[in-house]
């Protein structure tokens, strides 16, 4: 039974993937899980230099979801390469770095010092982190921008290139296609949907930053669905994120055409939520007679869809 | 109480529940020869009892000040009569113990108090603040337990970050409750409100 598949290059040994933001730098995890285990991670993102965040509180449950606005908090690209990476070495997983930026040019200077940095598998670009006054989503929610972002990035190294798509926009596809013709070599979707809590004794918004970005089970239908409708526009493989928590979870980005999955918020609830994932896809081919995990991709039976419309 | 301490309490004896820890950095003994003051604010007494059990167990001597609003906030002061630690009861509306804060007595005892002290703290954060000002202006140590949300436990969400400025830093800086905590040392801890930490705070919200 084979579990491992192949995206933008890079060689998984299963589909699971720790998603940016829920993971820090995977080095946290280091005596809890066996990072090994992961077909691959992905950092918190990263600017050129340290950033402080958004003011606290940063987090605040919602029902089935985590609501945050953390800021993208975080060490710098230049101390994750001296400090981190040379850690994350001693791991059979395929490291992937969140690059961040307030301008194009930073996006482009991030990548090219983990361009020459021994031990990155790729890079993702966050074009869609809510929570950041410049860059970010506003990146993400602006085809041309998208474009601009990542063709720089493109320019900037040989590693694959995956962009993370805003689900904030009307139609992901646009995105998708601007990033595909950019020279992405695949996409992550989907980041956090932009939400908002209220403390209605303070009358005041829950989080410090006011806004912040939902994740959990609470988006996972939207995130299949805008995962899926991607998937369909383009075809570079699609990376399938949002409230996944379960094998069955994951087959159901599997089966709407994605190739990897990420997991996030989960690990909050659960660090030793892969075993459990990985097990219960096991178990799923095994009564499937499914072979090899690749054959579920894109097999989604679709009420319309004639055959070999795609 | 909230839903993962209801989810606990509805525990019937012999379910499993799943556990990650230990996690974080406790409170730590104190010098020799000092007397342990441990002050604490309704459900912050919690960490206490083992931690008065320790004290005792290495021959410590220690006092509990163990404040609330009114009596019935004083949950497991039975627990505590039975050690050999003096437990000072303060409640707000006075139905138990000192009428008024809790810090009143801490200051009392601490004014009758011929040797050494080092003074813990586990509560609301009103009271741990008022707590590290008198240790402040006393000139002592003290160890406060910070409670922010927490998202993972491991230091990945970032959501449970505090301001802390150590010795020698020139500005504070973001540290995770989860890891680097829940205790701090006190006087590190930049406290909302302060004119130090509004500075801190208007640093860089990106």
Not at chain 2, 175 to 188: K, L, N
Request: charged share 20%; glycine share 12%.
């Amino acid at each position: 039974m084979s579990l491992g598949v192949e995206l933008a290059g890079l060689r998984l040994k299963n589909p699971l993937i720790a998603a940016s933001g829920t993971f820090g730098y995977g080095v946290e995890y280091e005596g809890i899980l066996d990072l090994s285990r992961l077909g691959g991670l992905v950092s918190k993102g990263l600017y050129l230099e340290p950033r402080d965040g958004c003011p606290t509180p940063r987090i605040v449950e919602t029902p089935s979801g985590l609501l945050n606005a953390i800021g993208l908090q975080g060490v710098g690209v230049k101390a994750f390469v001296r400090d981190v990476l040379p850690r994350l070495a001693a791991y059979d997983t395929a490291v992937l770095v969140n690059v961040c930026g307030d301008t194009v040019d930073e996006y482009a200077e991030v990548t090219r010092i983990l361009d020459g940095a021994p031990g990155v598998a790729g890079v993702e670009i966050n074009i869609s982190c809510p929570n950041v006054k410049q860059g970010g989503m506003a990146f993400g929610g602006d085809p041309r921008m998208t474009h601009e972002v990542v063709s720089a990035v493109r320019k900037a190294t040989r590693l694959p290139v995956i962009p993370k798509l805003s689900p904030n926009v009307a139609d992901i596809s646009v995105f998708a296609r601007a990033s595909e013709q950019a020279g992405a070599d695949a996409l992550s979707c989907i980041n956090t949907l932009l939400g908002l809590a209220i403390d209605v004794e303070a009358r005041r918004p829950r989080l410090a930053f006011g806004t912040g970005g939902l994740s959990g089970p609470a988006i996972r239908p939207i995130a299949v669905r805008m995962a899926w409708q991607a998937a369909r526009a383009v075809g570079i493989p699609v990376i399938g994120v949002g409230g996944i928590s379960s094998a069955r979870d994951t087959l159901e980005f599997l089966i709407a055409g994605c190739r990897a999955v990420q997991v996030g918020t989960a690990n909050f609830v659960d660090p030793g939520v892969y075993e459990r994932i990985l097990a219960g896809l096991k178990e799923y081919m095994q009564r499937h007679r499914i072979d090899d995990i690749n054959e579920i991709v894109g097999t989604l039976d679709y009420p319309g869809d004639a055959e070999g419309d795609r | 109480m909230g839903s993962g301490s209801l989810a606990l309490a509805d525990l019937r004896e012999g379910e499993l529940a799943q556990c990650l820890g230990p996690l974080g950095r406790p409170f730590t003994a104190p010098p020799e020869g000092h007397e342990a003051l441990l002050v604490a604010g309704g459900y912050g007494i919690a960490p206490f009892y083992l931690f008065s059990q320790e004290l005792l167990r290495d021959g410590r001597r220690a006092c509990v000040f163990y404040g609330g609003r009114t009596a019935g906030d004083l949950q497991l002061r039975e627990l505590f009569e039975r050690l050999a630690v003096t437990l000072v009861p303060a409640t707000e509306d006075g139905s138990l113990g000192h009428a008024g804060r809790v810090t009143a007595p801490l200051e009392a005892h601490l004014d009758a108090s011929q040797g050494p002290s080092t003074l813990y703290a586990c509560g609301p954060e009103a009271m741990l603040h008022a707590v590290a000002r008198v240790a402040a202006r006393r000139g002592l140590r003290a160890q406060v337990s910070l409670d922010p949300w927490m998202g993972c436990g491991v230091g990945t969400c970032l959501g449970c970050v505090v301001w802390i400025q150590r010795a020698g830093e020139a500005r504070p800086k973001y540290r995770c409750a989860c890891t680097e905590g829940p205790v701090f040392d006190a006087s590190t801890v930049v406290w909302p409100g302060d004119s130090t930490s509004a500075a801190a705070r208007s640093g860089d919200a990106g």
